[in-house]
C-alpha cells in the first residue's frame, strides 16, 4: 500500500530575503558592539607592555647609579647614547657585550653624523624593550638622505629627561634642573624634589617619514610624527654663560640675549621645515637608541603631555615633552622606580615643575 505524502509536506523552507537581512543587520551590531571592546583590550596590553618598557629601563638607570655612583651623563655629540649604556643593567647582555664605549658611536661632522663602520651592524638591531608597542612608527629605519647611506637605525621611544627646559636649562651643555647634563654626575641624593616627584624618563612619538616643508602654521597628522626645525633665529655658538642667543622668531623672547621661556603656541607657526626619520643626520626623534643627541635620546618637560605645539628642536637641542598614541596621555618614569600616566590635562607649568628636580616644587602627576 502506497502512502500518499502532500506536497507541501515536502517543500524544504529557506530563509526570505528580509530574514537574511535581519540577520546580517543583528551580527553587524553586535560586531560593532564588540570591536572597540577588544581595541580597547588591546591598547590596555599595549599600555601595559609599554609601562613594563620603562620601568625596566628606570630600574636600570637606579642600578647604574648604585654600581656607578652617579646616573649615566648624556656625551658630547658623536658619543653613545645613555639607553645604550643601561644596556648591561637589563636583560640585554648579548647586544651590550659588543658595544665598546671607549670608542665613538658616530663619525662624520655633527650634521651628517653616521655610524661607525665598528658597531653599523649593531646599531641597526631593534631591541624590543626601547620600543612602544602602540607606536606605529617602524622598528627599524633606514636613512638615505646622507652620504654613504643608507644606514639602518633600531628605534627608540623613551627619552631621558634633562629637565624643565625652563629658563636656559634647555641648554644641556651647562648643568641643568634635570638628571642629566653634558658630563654629568647627578646622584639620586641630588634629587632635592623627591624621586617620586621627579621624571627621569617619558615617552615620545618616533619620526617617521622623509623631512618636509609645509606653509607655515600648518602642521602634519597628529600626533606628529616629525619634529619643527626650529633653528633659525638661533646661535648654536656655545656662549660664556648658558643659553642659545635668539634673534627672529625667537627674538620677543630672549633674557640677557638668551633665549629664555619662549611662548611656544606664537612660536611654531613662523617655521616650516618639518624633520622626519630620514633626515640628513641623526635628528630624527627616536630614530636611534644607540646615538646620543636631544633630538633623538632626551627630551624635557616643557610642553604638556601630548600638546598640539610640536617638540621644537634648536640646533643641538630643543623644547619637548611626553607624548604617545595611547589615549589620554603618556607614559613617564619617576626616580622611585613607578611608571605613570601623565594626563593630556596636565598643566604646562605642573609638567615641567615634575621635570625639575630641584625647583622646590609641591606638585604631583595627577594635578
Same mark, same amino acid.
Given at each position: 500500500?502506497?502512502?500518499?505524502v502532500?506536497?507541501?509536506?515536502?517543500?524544504?523552507?529557506?530563509?526570505?530575503?528580509?530574514?537574511?537581512?535581519?540577520? *546580517?543587520?543583528?551580527?553587524?551590531?553586535?560586531?560593532?558592539?564588540?570591536?572597540?571592546?577588544?581595541?580597547?583590550?588591546?591598547?590596555?596590553?599595549?599600555?601595559?607592555?609599554?609601562?613594563?618598557?620603562?620601568?625596566?629601563?628606570?630600574?636600570?638607570?637606579?642600578?647604574?647609579?648604585?654600581?656607578?655612583?652617579?646616573?649615566?651623563?648624556?656625551?658630547?655629540?658623536?658619543?653613545?647614547?645613555i639607553?645604550?649604556?643601561?644596556?648591561?643593567?637589563?636583560?640585554?647582555?648579548?647586544?651590550?657585550?659588543?658595544?665598546?664605549?671607549?670608542?665613538?658611536?658616530?663619525?662624520?661632522?655633527?650634521?651628517?653624523?653616521?655610524p661607525?663602520?665598528?658597531?653599523?651592524?649593531?646599531?641597526?638591531?631593534p *631591541?624590543?624593550?626601547?620600543?612602544?608597542?602602540?607606536?606605529?612608527?617602524?622598528?627599524?629605519?633606514?636613512?638615505?638622505?646622507?652620504?654613504?647611506?643608507?644606514?639602518?637605525?633600531?628605534?627608540?621611544?623613551y627619552?631621558?629627561?634633562?629637565?624643565?627646559?625652563?629658563?636656559?636649562?634647555?641648554?644641556?651643555?651647562?648643568?641643568?634642573?634635570g638628571?642629566?647634563?653634558?658630563?654629568?654626575?647627578?646622584?639620586?641624593?641630588?634629587?632635592?624634589?623627591?624621586?617620586?616627584?621627579?621624571?627621569?624618563?617619558?615617552?615620545?612619538?618616533?619620526?617617521?617619514?622623509?623631512?618636509?616643508?609645509?606653509?607655515?602654521?600648518?602642521?602634519?597628522?597628529?600626533?606628529?610624527?616629525?619634529?619643527?626645525?626650529?633653528?633659525?633665529?638661533?646661535?648654536?655658538?656655545?656662549?660664556?654663560t648658558?643659553?642659545?642667543?635668539?634673534?627672529?622668531?625667537f627674538?620677543?623672547?630672549? *633674557?640677557g640675549?638668551?633665549?629664555?621661556?619662549?611662548?611656544?603656541?606664537?612660536?611654531?607657526?613662523?617655521?616650516?621645515?618639518?624633520?622626519?626619520?630620514n633626515?640628513?643626520?641623526?635628528?630624527?626623534?627616536?630614530t636611534?637608541?644607540a646615538m646620543?643627541?636631544?633630538?633623538?635620546?632626551?627630551?624635557?618637560?616643557?610642553?604638556?603631555?601630548?600638546?598640539?605645539?610640536?617638540?621644537?628642536?634648536?640646533?643641538a637641542?630643543?623644547?619637548?615633552?611626553?607624548?604617545?598614541?595611547?589615549?589620554?596621555?603618556?607614559?613617564?618614569?619617576?626616580?622611585?622606580?613607578?611608571?605613570?600616566?601623565?594626563?593630556?590635562?596636565?598643566?604646562?607649568?605642573?609638567?615641567?615643575?615634575?621635570?625639575?628636580?630641584?625647583?622646590?616644587?609641591?606638585?604631583?602627576?595627577?594635578?
Open positions: 500500500m502506497s502512502v500518499h502532500h506536497p507541501s509536506a515536502r517543500t524544504r523552507r529557506a530563509f526570505t530575503l528580509v530574514e537574511l537581512l535581519v540577520v *546580517i543587520a543583528i551580527i553587524g551590531t553586535l560586531v560593532g558592539l564588540l570591536l572597540p571592546a577588544v581595541q580597547a583590550a588591546r591598547e590596555a596590553a599595549r599600555r601595559s607592555n609599554c609601562a613594563s618598557n620603562l620601568r625596566q629601563q628606570i630600574l636600570a638607570m637606579v642600578n647604574y647609579e648604585s654600581a656607578r655612583r652617579s646616573l649615566p651623563p648624556t656625551d658630547l655629540p658623536g658619543g653613545f647614547s639607553q645604550s649604556r643601561l644596556l648591561p643593567f637589563m636583560e640585554e647582555a648579548n647586544i651590550a657585550s659588543q658595544l665598546d664605549f671607549s670608542k665613538p658611536a658616530t663619525t662624520g661632522a655633527y650634521n651628517a653624523q653616521v661607525n663602520p665598528v658597531f653599523a651592524a649593531l646599531f641597526a638591531t *631591541i624590543p624593550v626601547m620600543l612602544c608597542p602602540s607606536d606605529p612608527s617602524p622598528a627599524v629605519h633606514a636613512v638615505t638622505a646622507v652620504a654613504g647611506g643608507p644606514f639602518t637605525y633600531g628605534g627608540l621611544s627619552m631621558v629627561s634633562t629637565g624643565s627646559g625652563t629658563g636656559t636649562s634647555y641648554d644641556q651643555r651647562w648643568p641643568t634642573d638628571i642629566v647634563y653634558e658630563g654629568s654626575k647627578v646622584r639620586l641624593a641630588a634629587v632635592i624634589d623627591g624621586l617620586s616627584k621627579s621624571v627621569f624618563m617619558s615617552e615620545t612619538v618616533r619620526s617617521d617619514g622623509d623631512d618636509v616643508a609645509l606653509a607655515a602654521g600648518q602642521a602634519p597628522k597628529f600626533p606628529y610624527q616629525k619634529t619643527l626645525n626650529g633653528s633659525g633665529g638661533a646661535n648654536s655658538a656655545k656662549q660664556s648658558p643659553g642659545y642667543p635668539g634673534s627672529g622668531a627674538g620677543g623672547a630672549l *633674557i640675549g638668551m633665549i629664555q621661556n619662549p611662548d611656544l603656541s606664537q612660536i611654531w607657526t613662523k617655521f616650516t621645515s618639518w624633520r622626519g626619520a633626515t640628513n643626520t641623526i635628528r630624527g626623534r627616536g636611534s637608541w646620543t643627541g636631544a633630538c633623538n635620546t632626551l627630551t624635557n618637560g616643557y610642553s604638556p603631555p601630548n600638546s598640539r605645539i610640536p617638540d621644537v628642536v634648536i640646533h637641542t630643543g623644547f619637548f615633552g611626553p607624548k604617545s598614541f595611547h589615549p589620554a596621555g603618556a607614559q613617564a618614569a619617576f626616580g622611585d622606580g613607578s611608571v605613570r600616566m601623565l594626563s593630556d590635562r596636565l598643566d604646562a607649568g605642573v609638567c615641567r615643575a615634575l621635570h625639575s628636580i630641584n625647583g622646590g616644587e609641591s606638585v604631583s602627576a595627577e594635578e
